[in-house]
């Protein structure tokens, strides 16, 4: 297996869908053409405008770090919040590589005023390799993933793909 730089935004396809994160990894881009994602995109820009925000630090981008050192990832709903936990848990894991201690996260809801805490267990951090190799896997392989057909696919950027 070559050694690929995974993004969170990876980490955060697998758990949503994998047809997407093979899509997506093969340069396949369709988010520039959703509503949803720009929606999410000024969320993102207007809330916690006091915080230094999309802080690139190798393949990871964080949204923002608190005053108290905890990592924060802005999210509209909680509808794939699986994805948004692993994806924070990624950040927190690559942050321990780098030999940063203690990192705790957070996912922010701001429209729903809900904050999830996120930390990494030793569990997790297995779990996270685990992981790490199947997305290397299936963003190796040649053969696009099958369409998972969930409900989340109607609002999918990458509908249009899948179903048309």
Same mark, same amino acid.
């Given at each position: 297996?070559?050694?690929?730089?995974?993004?969170?935004?990876?980490?955060?396809?697998?758990?949503?869908?994998?047809?997407?994160?093979?899509?997506?990894?093969?340069?396949?881009?369709?988010?520039?053409?959703?509503?949803?994602?720009?929606?999410?995109?000024?969320? #993102?820009?207007?809330?916690?405008?006091?915080?230094?925000?999309?802080?690139?630090? !190798?393949?990871?981008?964080?949204?923002?770090? !608190?005053?108290? !050192?905890?990592?924060?990832?802005?999210?509209?709903?909680?509808?794939?919040?699986?994805? #948004?936990?692993?994806?924070?848990?990624?950040?927190?894991?690559?942050?321990?590589?780098? !030999?940063?201690?203690?990192?705790?996260?957070?996912?922010?809801?701001?429209?729903?005023?809900?904050?999830?805490?996120?930390?990494?267990?030793?569990?997790?951090?297995?779990?996270?390799?685990?992981?790490?190799?199947?997305?290397?896997?299936?963003?190796?392989?040649?053969?696009?993933?099958?369409?998972?057909?969930?409900?989340?696919?109607?609002?999918?950027?990458?509908?249009?793909?899948?179903?048309?």
């Amino acid at each position: 297996m070559q050694n690929i730089q995974i993004t969170a935004t990876q980490i955060n396809y697998y758990f949503v869908c994998q047809r997407k994160l093979w899509l997506f990894s093969h340069q396949i881009n369709m988010e520039h053409t959703s509503e949803l994602v720009e929606l999410g995109k000024l969320l #993102h820009e207007n809330s916690y405008k006091r915080e230094h925000k999309e802080i690139q630090i !190798g393949p990871i981008k964080i949204d923002f770090i !608190g005053r108290d !050192g905890v990592i924060h990832e802005i999210k509209k709903t909680p509808s794939v919040e699986e994805a #948004h936990a692993w994806q924070l848990k990624y950040y927190i894991w690559y942050l321990k590589q780098l !030999g940063v201690p203690n990192i705790r996260g957070e996912i922010d809801y701001p429209k729903l005023k809900k904050r999830t805490e996120i930390e990494l267990s030793a569990e997790d951090e297995i779990e996270l390799q685990v992981i790490l190799k199947k997305i290397e896997e299936i963003i190796s392989g040649e053969v696009v993933p099958e369409v998972i057909n969930r409900s989340i696919c109607k609002k999918c950027s990458y509908y249009e793909l899948c179903y048309v």
